[in-house]
């Protein structure tokens, strides 16, 4: 959370197999190594699928209706975030496919979290 506040995507490379794991986990998903380094990813990719969320969060109603998009990022592992720059009401299958780049969103806490967070916000590469 403290990463995302300044844009920079963390996750763990695995120094056996090579693959890459967001978020962290204590051993590699792919080979069960726990020889992992952290390494920072670069917060790109293309959009794989989307919902648009039309009911809110308690305490949170201001904020629908909005997007949120599974994203493969470049590097390979699947991340979720909201999307941004395309109205909630007229977005398409079209975004399959297209190239985003990863930023944040810092959203206050509700009656189910403890406090202020970061989530990923993407939006379109131009």
């Known amino acids: ?3 995302l506040k300044q844009d920079k995507l963390l996750g763990l490379k695995c120094n056996e ?10 051993v590699c998903l792919a080979c069960g190594s726990p020889n992992l380094d952290i ?11 989307f919902t648009v969320v039309n009911v809110a969060a308690e305490g949170r109603e201001d ?12 590097e390979g592992p699947w991340i ?11 977005v398409t299958m079209e975004i399959i496919g297209k190239r985003v780049k ?8 509700d009656k189910y979290s403890t406090g202020e967070g970061a989530s990923p916000l993407f939006s379109f590469e131009n």
């Not at 904020?63 to 470049?74: H, T």
Request: hydrophobic letters at 40%; glycine letters at 18%.
């Open 1 to 3: 959370s403290e990463a």
């Open 17 to 26: 197999c090579g693959a890459v794991i967001v978020p962290p986990k204590m």
């Open 39 to 49: 390494v920072e990813l670069g917060g790109r990719g293309e959009i794989q699928t």
């Open 63 to 74: 904020e629908v209706p909005y997007i949120i998009v599974m994203v493969k990022l470049d």
């Open 80 to 90: 979720m975030g909201n999307l941004t720059g395309i109205d909630p009401g007229e």
């Open 102 to 109: 990863m930023g944040h969103k810092v959203f206050g806490g």
